[in-house]
Nanobody, 124 residues
Framework: QVQLVESGGGLVQAGGSLRLSCAAS????????MGWFRQAPGKEREFVAG????????YYVDSVRGRFTISRDNAKNTVYLQMNSLKPEDTALYYC?????????????????WGQGTQVTVSS
């Protein structure tokens, strides 16, 4: 059974940084795509970043490219989202998700496994 456990959220001032972690277990993830999504109150869940685990290829939504970095640690089975230059509009509940395919998709419906989410709040 795949389990994803996020951590690292919190309250930060605009311009600050946070690093989210997603500890993955239950499968070998070499043929998976891992994604970070976020959902603000009253809004749909949106794709933020994705990584093909085996090759380390990364993908970002335009609004975070250049500020956020997704990475993975094979030894720890953990995916990270380093978030720099945070803005109030980045405030949301952030979710880690896993997709047992090698193609990155941006639709939440394409992901089979989800963590419980971690809250990120950016104050102005």
């Amino acid at each position: 059974q795949v389990q994803l456990v996020e951590s690292g959220g919190g309250l930060v001032q605009a311009g600050g940084s946070l690093r989210l972690s997603c500890a993955a277990s239950g499968r070998t993830f070499s043929n998976f795509v891992m994604g970070w999504f976020r959902q603000a109150p009253g809004k749909e869940r949106e794709f933020v970043a994705g990584i093909r685990w085996s090759l380390g290829l990364t993908y970002y939504v335009d609004s975070v490219r250049g500020r956020f970095t997704i990475s993975r640690d094979n030894a720890k089975n953990t995916v990270y989202l380093q978030m720099n230059s945070l803005k109030p509009e980045d405030t949301a509940l952030y979710y880690c998700a896993a997709r047992p395919r090698i193609v990155v998709e941006t639709s939440p419906a394409a992901y089979d496994y989800w963590g419980q989410g971690t809250q990120v709040t950016v104050s102005s």
